[in-house]
């Protein structure tokens, strides 16, 4: 890498060769802003250290650290505030009287025939939600990581539907300023961003991009609202099972 401030991932969870290493410690010593991601890193990776599963294919890794840019990212754009809606209409439905839903609810035909109608029903049957579609989808597959501490977290994919979710458990906040981004690694691509994570210690979020060609999927920490590419290593990988392209 021509650019030895992209090394500070890669240091902070002892991933460099010794070359690498005495390097990049030469630079440290005169670089506050690295002294300080390293030790962000290090407590994101103290958080969430390596977890239990079975270690993916030393192919994954390569995958990985050949999609993490050697240019580090500008800090996002701030979006232009919206302006909030107008407030939404409430229609109450009016309940008819007793009489008439009396007089409804009976119809005298010729003969004493008696038709009763049918009392309409105020009850909604809620459809399932994309979530829910997912983790109930007969080709459902889950992958899931567990954290010292307590914390997990799970990857369910659906090839059928090309959809995936993450959910996690006890999970614990990022360091300041920082955010969990998950990313897709997509055959020919790369890593790819599936969405950054909400700040919160049990949640399920649909994962965006096409599950179904995706050979895993990995958690990074990334400056406040997201990176366009890797600027760490995973602090986790799910991996697929799929074999490179």
């Known amino acids: 890498m021509s650019d030895i401030h992209a090394l500070v991932g890669a240091y902070a969870v002892d991933a460099l060769d010794d070359l690498e290493r005495a390097a990049f410690e030469r630079h440290l010593a005169d670089c506050p802003d690295c002294r300080a991601e390293v030790a962000s890193l290090r407590e994101a990776a103290g958080l969430i ?12 890794r390569d995958r990985v650290l050949a999609g993490i840019s050697t240019v580090r990212p500008e800090p996002p754009a701030v979006p232009p ?15 008819p009287s007793l009489l008439v839903a009396a007089a409804a609810a009976v119809v005298l035909l010729g003969a004493g025939t008696v038709i009763w109608q049918q009392p309409w029903a ?17 080709d459902a597959r889950s ?28 999970m614990p906040a990022p360091p300041t300023g920082k955010v969990y981004q998950v990313w897709y690694d997509m055959p020919g691509e790369g890593m790819v961003s599936a969405g950054v994570m909400p700040v919160a210690e049990d949640q399920a979020m649909m994962l965006s991009g096409d599950a179904a060609v995706a050979l895993a999927a990995g958690i990074t920490v990334e400056p406040e609202g997201g990176s366009e590419e890797p600027t760490s290593e995973p602090i986790a990988l799910f991996d697929f099972g799929r074999a490179g392209a």
């Open 122 to 138: 105020d009850e909604t049957v809620q459809a399932p939600t994309a979530v829910e579609e997912v983790l109930a989808a007969s």
């Open 81 to 95: 505030a919206v302006p909030p809606a107008a407030p939404a209409r409430v229609v109450r439905r009016r309940r």
């Open 49 to 60: 250290a390596e977890t239990t599963a079975t270690e993916p294919p030393p192919a994954l």
């Open 143 to 170: 992958t899931t990581l567990d954290f010292p501490g307590g914390a997990s977290a799970t990857v369910t994919r659906s090839d059928s539907l090309g959809r995936a979710v993450i959910e996690t458990h006890s």
